[in-house]
């Protein structure tokens, strides 16, 4: 190329300027060497992101641990004065009795064996519907076939509450835990079939023929570019997925005699312990909320391409 | 002066064996692209469409054709036929002798836009076609690396496409086609999506990357400028349904530059395209009157 061509190439775009010998060089080094426009995408970028989180979302943040602080107020003065108009406070401990509670509860071993047990039944249950959940997403979205076998029992059977198949559970199980494992799996696994289905449909037909194109087998479409192009859904479903499961638990755990924050719950309210029955449901609330959580943080490296740049 | 050195070394490091100039005896030429009364009907709920019509084309080995006409003409659905995505309802497609059946790796595409895989870097998105044809993923990594500093994105090679510029990104398509060394490429309107200054950069590029690999590509535009600047041949279609209703030789004399844009040669063989697509396409208009 002239060095007149060369000019436009510049006032173009910052583009071919990579394109002489220097390219080849550059690429083996590491990101500190590496152009300007290169360096201010790579690191840049986060760092502006992170002093502008800070600024704009931490007084938000502010606001909602000042909304909450103000909820637990009213509730420690509408029970210390026995609040009783339509809702009653009268049998409803306060904040600060649960506090101290809660202290009793840390202080031993019982508490810290129902939540163990929960996060067992949990983690076995959660991870049996995210395997049979994608796999059955995968195939529905893929194949009408399938699609019509299996999408009728799905539309029969998630609107069932969880509660409603404790019968049929022990029933149709040998032990107690595994039908506390069958109740919280059904939970989870209908966002995840649903959102995995949904997430595999959106496939991009003209990615399918780019990699067609560039001699990728089924197999190879399904692996490069189904399941990548399905994956912000499933994370979305698994998020979902792992929320019902923790309140699925809950009337799952109803069955057991034993342990785990569910039947923790249920056995206060028996017995007739109020601070216990918030404590349990707290626990679940918590813990249901940071388990969703670490499902979204842990699958964030499945989505780092979606993260930055803000052309699409 | 400099600028051409550079050029010659960056060329240097593609695999020579498999690029179609230097492959020497000319029974060994690949890329010849025949077509004989291709028609095309689709489906439509309102009944059968008649897309393309008794299309007939033959493409030399190493020859630069545009398929010019109009939005809707049928330029991307006998394109597809080429390339293995849409069957002919008649007639019958063959590249090098073999008749198409199916999308495949010597025959690269690009796209007008966003057909980059979003999820894969860009040295990711160009080791995919050599990965696919078997080859290790170091090796595919290597293949990668060599047509990204041809198309002069070796430093973006981690980014992500979505946050490369649209040309940027079309020059990851072109390097992505080109990797796994196709007898034809297949470009549809490549560079339809970009400004008019980074277009004609484009274009200079390609014409760079072709000198080289001369290969045969098939390139769909519906910009008269672009279509003389580029090929060897314009083969023009007319709407509904689409024909071919004319094939001008380009006799311009290569390597091109931007500088040709304003010459008289040029200018001279501009008009004689408008002519005679003004004048073919009044035709067109006069037979589906009568027939009408
Ligand atoms: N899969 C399909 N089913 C039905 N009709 C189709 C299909 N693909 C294309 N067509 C029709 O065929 C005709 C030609 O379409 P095509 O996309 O090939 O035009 P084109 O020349 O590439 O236009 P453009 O310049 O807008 O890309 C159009 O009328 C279009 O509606
Ligand atoms: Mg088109």
Known sequence: MDSKSNAALRTAEPLAEAGTTSGLKRQDSEQPTSPTRNAAQTSEAPRRLQTGWLKTMGPRYLVRIAALIVAVL???????????????????????????????????????????????????????????????????????????????????????????????????????????IFITFLGALF?????????????????????????????????????????????????????????????GEIISGQYGIGYYTWNSYTLIQYPQIIIGMLTIGGLGTLCTLLVRKGCNPLLKWQAKGGRS | ????????????????????????????????????????????????????ENASLTVRPGEFICLLGPSGCGKSTLMNTIAGFVTPSSG????????VTEPGPDRGMVFQQHSLFPWKTVKENVAFGPLMSGVGSQEANSVARTFLSLVGLA??????????????????????????????????????????????????NLLDIWREFRNTVVFVTHDIDEAVFLSDRIVVMSASPGKIIADIDVDLPRPREQSLLTSPEFMALKRQCLDLIRKETLNAFKQQNRAG
């Open chain 1, 74 to 180: 009213l509730w420690e003065l509408a029970s210390t004065r026995g609040f009783n108009f339509y809702i009653n406070f009268d049998n409803i401990p306060a904040p600060s009795v649960v506090g101290s509670a809660l202290i009793t509860e840390l202080t031993g071993q019982e508490f810290y064996l129902h939540i163990l047990h929960s996060l067992e039944r949990v983690a076995i249950a959660y991870l049996l519907a995210v395997i049979i959940g994608v796999l059955l997403g995968v195939a529905m979205g893929r194949s009408r076939w399938a699609e019509d076998i299996i999408l009728p029992y799905i539309e029969l059977l998630r609107p069932i509450p969880a509660v409603a198949w404790i019968p049929l559970a022990i029933l149709m199980l040998p032990t107690e835990q595994s039908s506390i």
């Open chain 1, 191 to 251: 966002p995840v079939i649903l959102n995995t289905v949904h997430g595999v449909e959106q496939t991009n037909g003209v990615l399918v023929r780019a990699a067609r194109s560039l001699g990728a087998s089924r197999t190879a479409i399904l692996w490069h570019v189904v399941l990548p192009g399905a994956m912000p859904s499933i994370v979305a479903g698994l998020a979902i997925g792992m929320g019902v499961a923790w309140f699925s638990l809950l009337a």
């Open chain 2, 1 to 52: 002066m400099n600028e051409a050195l550079a050029n010659d070394n960056r060329l240097a490091v593609l695999d020579h064996s498999r690029l179609q100039a230097k492959s020497g005896t000319p029974g060994a030429e690949r890329g010849r692209i025949s077509v004989r009364d291709v028609d095309i009907v689709f489906d439509t709920a309102s009944g059968p469409h008649t897309a393309v």
């Open chain 2, 92 to 99: 019958e497609v063959r590249v090098d002798g073999v008749a």
């Open chain 2, 155 to 204: 430093a973006f090679e981690n980014a992500y496409p979505n946050t490369l510029s649209g040309g940027m990104q079309q020059r990851v398509g072109i390097a992505r086609a080109l990797a796994n060394y196709p007898s034809v490429l297949l470009m549809d309107e490549p560079f339809g999506a970009l400004d008019a200054q980074t277009r004609i950069m484009m274009q200079e």
